[in-house]
Structures are given as structure tokens and as C-alpha cells.
């Protein structure tokens, strides 16, 4: 069971996307949702941030139900659920998604030092196969650098 720290987190969408802007937010989320992601029952590489009625919705992400939960607890396992921001920091998000080619996505979904879950926001561009041909031989490079230097 996980107090503080990552719980689940996007490796794939820094590869995906290029991050111009990071920001933390709350979720809502029920007491046996919060239980299952305790336990690490969560998965948000397909999650996506949807604009509906003057809020933000996290979406695409799974909570999966604990099996050793009652049967009277159900819940959706991919609803969308309410990102909890300022209204300022709603508005200025909402600008930056009507940009064209412009989403945000989940990067972290952690819990802080007060024991209250987060979701670590990216803001960016999704990359075409050039930009991640070169991303991959930058990566390529460190590493043999790092051989090179260490030998």
C-alpha cells in the first residue's frame, strides 16, 4: 500500500509529446477509487485532459476495482473524472487547449506529503516520427557518452 510517492506514472507521453508547461492538480474521486490507486490499481498512459461545461475532466485513465472490495462497491473504471484547479488556472488551461494541436495529458499521478493525490499535468505537442527518430538517437548518444566517459 503506497503513502506518499508515485503511484503510476506516463513514461510513454514524454516520448509521445513535447511537455511545454508542467501543473499539479487535485482529483475527485470516490473512497474506493482512492483505495484501488493506494494499492497501485491504476494505469494513465491513455489518459487525455477533456473540456466539458466550464471544467476540466481527466479521462482515458483506468482505476481498477480491488477483487477484495464488497460487491456493493462499484464504480466506472474509465469514467471521466474532475480535475479540481483555481478558476484562474481553468481558464488559462482552456485557452492553451484551443490551440491548434495543443493537448494535455497526464504525466504523474502521485500522492504529496499531506497524503492528498495529485496528477502531474503536461501541456504540450504531440511529436511526429522525425522529432522522435531524434529523440531516440540523443538518447542513444548519452548513453555511449556515458560508456565512453566511464571507461
Known amino acids: ?28 474521486l470516490t473512497g474506493a477509487e482512492i483505495k484501488s490507486v493506494r494499492y497501485g490499481l491504476v494505469t494513465i498512459v491513455d489518459g487525455f485532459v477533456q473540456h466539458r461545461g466550464g471544467n476540466l475532466f481527466l479521462a482515458g485513465i483506468e482505476i481498477q476495482r480491488l477483487p477484495t472490495a464488497a460487491r456493493y462497491i462499484n464504480f466506472d473504471e474509465r469514467r471521466p473524472r474532475q480535475l479540481l484547479l483555481h478558476r484562474a488556472q481553468i481558464n488559462r488551461l482552456i485557452g492553451k487547449l484551443t490551440e491548434k494541436g495543443a493537448t494535455i495529458f497526464p504525466l504523474k499521478l502521485y500522492f504529496n506529503n499531506h497524503g492528498k493525490l495529485k496528477v502531474l499535468l503536461g501541456v504540450g505537442f504531440g511529436k511526429n516520427r522525425t522529432d522522435k527518430r531524434e529523440t531516440i538517437k540523443r538518447r542513444e548518444w548519452e548513453k555511449s557518452k556515458a560508456r565512453l566517459l566511464k571507461g
Do not use: Q
Open 1 to 28: 500500500m503506497i503513502k506518499f510517492g508515485a503511484v503510476s506514472e506516463n513514461r510513454k507521453a514524454r516520448f509521445s509529446y513535447t511537455v511545454e508547461d508542467t501543473i499539479e492538480a487535485g482529483i475527485s
